[in-house]
């Protein structure tokens, strides 16, 4: 995005966000997933940091690997929600034409939702409204007292 080098390449943090999550999401979907079926429940992956999908080198960022994943799992494309914010509309307009592009996008149960929220209270008033299923957060540290107060909240609505 012009002005904005964070995403002009991928950088090692970026790339080691992508990694994990592209790891992490089928072993933890493979996990919650049975649970889920079990209470007639979805699953979700939230990313509050999403950036444009895309960076300008043509490389897919994060959530662009979460729904392509999704689409070639059954389970997932028909279970999982999926949210992304970022704070720059730029980069949300940008995320949804890059959402928008993905072969077999409208083969998702859920189509994802973009959001364009700074990460504050905004956001926390955003997951009260929602009947919050089995999640998967990857945030950074920078942002722990909102993750706290929605990890409270998503242990209220499951009454845990």
Same mark, same amino acid.
């Given at each position: 995005?012009?002005?904005?080098?964070?995403?002009?390449?991928?950088?090692?943090?970026?790339?080691?966000?992508?990694?994990?999550?592209?790891?992490?999401?089928?072993?933890? %979907?493979?996990?919650? $997933? =049975?649970?889920?079926?079990?209470?007639?429940? &979805?699953?979700?992956? +939230?990313?509050?940091?999403? !950036?444009?999908?895309?960076?300008?080198?043509?490389?897919?960022?994060?959530?662009?690997?979460?729904?392509?994943?999704?689409?070639?799992?059954?389970?997932?494309?028909?279970?999982?929600?999926?949210?992304?914010?970022?704070?720059?509309?730029?980069?949300?307009?940008?995320?949804?034409? %890059?959402?928008?592009? $993905? =072969?077999?996008?409208?083969?998702?149960?859920? &189509?994802?939702?973009? +959001?364009?929220?700074?990460? !504050?209270?905004?956001?926390?008033?955003?997951?009260?409204?929602?009947?919050?299923?089995?999640?998967?957060?990857?945030?950074?540290?920078?942002?722990?007292?909102?993750?706290?107060?929605?990890?409270?909240?998503?242990?209220?609505?499951?009454?845990?």
């Amino acid at each position: 995005m012009a002005g904005d080098s964070f995403f002009d390449e991928q950088t090692e943090q970026s790339l080691i966000k992508a990694r994990i999550v592209e790891k992490y999401l089928p072993a933890w %979907a493979k996990v919650i $997933i =049975p649970h889920a079926k079990k209470r007639g429940s &979805q699953i979700a992956y +939230i990313d509050l940091f999403a !950036g444009p999908g895309r960076y300008e080198n043509g490389s897919k960022s994060t959530p662009i690997k979460v729904l392509e994943t999704a689409i070639a799992h059954p389970d997932m494309r028909n279970m999982l929600k999926t949210l992304f914010n970022d704070a720059n509309s730029q980069h949300t307009n940008s995320l949804q034409s %890059a959402i928008n592009a $993905i =072969p077999g996008i409208q083969t998702l149960k859920y &189509q994802p939702n973009v +959001i364009n929220y700074e990460v !504050g209270e905004n956001i926390v008033q955003t997951f009260k409204q929602l009947n919050l299923v089995p999640t998967l957060f990857f945030v950074s540290l920078g942002i722990q007292r909102i993750v706290i107060r929605t990890y409270q909240l998503s242990r209220q609505k499951l009454g845990l």
